[in-house]
């Protein structure tokens, strides 16, 4: 049992109970109110993934964080609360970053109440992620691979430097060994696909290498042209809906399935987004999330105080921590930023918040989503 999932009598994290979706927080309050705080403790990683969304932030040294106080004074104002997440690099790249930090955070979310995800390669040694199991309630890892070949050529393609097969091998014994110890000690672990131009053929026996992990869910998100990825090949609409088609007939319909950031919307003109996404809504145990940033999350950059939308700062900064409080530069954002209107939709008949800031640009530049309505297929 993960320990996380029985913390202060919450709900387990389930299908039916996704406290990351910022629709559950619109229906709640009648409009979005900020409920979820990432903070990327990290810029280092040991990995130069060609996909990376913060790759062109990551270092080879730091500068100081600013104090932990300051920041669990912020997450303290912060009057509806629901998840924190803890980002970098790779969180875990510095033991004292694992002991100073995070795992002070993960104890304040445990003993306010709150969920709490970390986003982690899990190639490092498994004492740094033991320290975490009392508290944390979803270890979050990219896998897609269906061997040490594709692990190779994907995680260090932007490394600047020749990494040997036999180094890189190392990392993903350490990787798949982490990920089943820990989910046999109990950890809620969630491994990401990205559908892209390797992946997409290949998603039903990157599915069944995570379930051999024991991982608890497969989230699968489409990769779209930023940072690192913005020079990779770009998967057509018709071979994304495919891909999906082709893992949800080969899925194990017992293990959570959850979809993220898709471009199909049940106000589509196209008869076969709107297929797509009843099928989605139809299949057992998979689930929609709808995307947190900008809507029911903002990130912060534990160097600087700085707080963006997203963890990859494609818009700049619009608040810091210093003299500001959180729920403040979240209203801002809100009321005041051109941008956030573009994606401030929401239809109740398709539980759907609309495109988030990356899919509308790439695919609906010119499309006015509150003028839309859900359609029958």
């Given at each position: ?22 629709i559950r927080s619109l229906r709640e ?190 989230e699968v998100h489409p990769m779209y ?131 988030n800031l990356l899919v509308a640009d ?16």
């Amino acid at each position: 049992m993960n320990l996380g999932s029985i913390s202060q009598g919450l709900p387990v994290i389930s299908p039916e109970n996704d406290p990351w979706d910022p629709i559950r927080s619109l229906r709640e309050y009648g409009r979005h109110r900020l409920t979820s705080v990432e903070m990327t403790v990290t810029n280092l990683c040991n990995m130069r993934c060609e996909h990376c969304a913060v790759g062109d932030s990551l270092v080879l040294r730091e500068p100081e964080q600013i104090p932990l106080d300051l920041m669990l004074k912020r997450l303290d104002e912060v009057e509806h609360l629901q998840t924190i997440s803890i980002t970098g690099g790779e969180p875990s790249f510095r033991l004292k970053t694992v002991e100073e930090k995070i795992v002070p955070l993960l104890k304040y979310a445990k003993e306010r109440g709150i969920r709490s995800q970390i986003n982690s390669n899990l190639t490092l040694d498994y004492g740094r992620y033991e320290k975490l199991l009392p508290y944390l309630d979803v270890m979050h890892i990219s896998f897609n691979y269906t061997n040490v070949h594709d692990f190779h050529e994907v995680c260090f393609a932007r490394s600047g430097h020749p990494v040997s097969l036999e180094a890189a091998a190392k990392m993903y014994d350490a990787m798949i060994d982490n990920a089943c110890r820990l989910s046999q000690d109990g950890m809620f672990i969630s491994a990401e696909s990205m559908i892209n131009y390797r992946t997409h053929e290949k998603l039903p026996e990157i599915h069944r290498l995570i379930l051999d992990m024991g991982c608890k869910r497969h989230e699968v998100h489409p990769m779209y042209a930023a940072d690192f990825a913005e020079g990779l090949p770009v998967l057509s609409l018709d071979d994304m809906r495919t891909a999906i088609h082709h893992l949800l007939d080969h899925r194990d319909p017992e293990v959570w399935m959850l979809f993220g950031t898709l471009p199909f919307f049940a106000c589509s003109s196209n008869r076969e987004d709107r297929e797509i996404v009843a099928r989605l809504r139809s299949e057992q145990k998979v689930t929609v999330r709808n995307d947190p940033d900008g809507r029911n999350r903002v990130n912060v950059n534990m160097f600087t105080g700085d707080v963006f939308v997203t963890d990859f700062a494609a818009i700049p900064s619009f608040g810091n921590i210093a003299g500001q409080k959180l729920d403040e530069i979240f209203e801002r954002w809100l009321s005041e930023h051109p941008l956030s209107g573009t994606v401030n939709c929401f239809c109740d008949a398709a539980n759907c918040c609309g495109p988030n800031l990356l899919v509308a640009d790439m695919y609906y530049k010119d499309t006015d989503f509150k003028s839309r309505k859900a359609m029958t297929i």
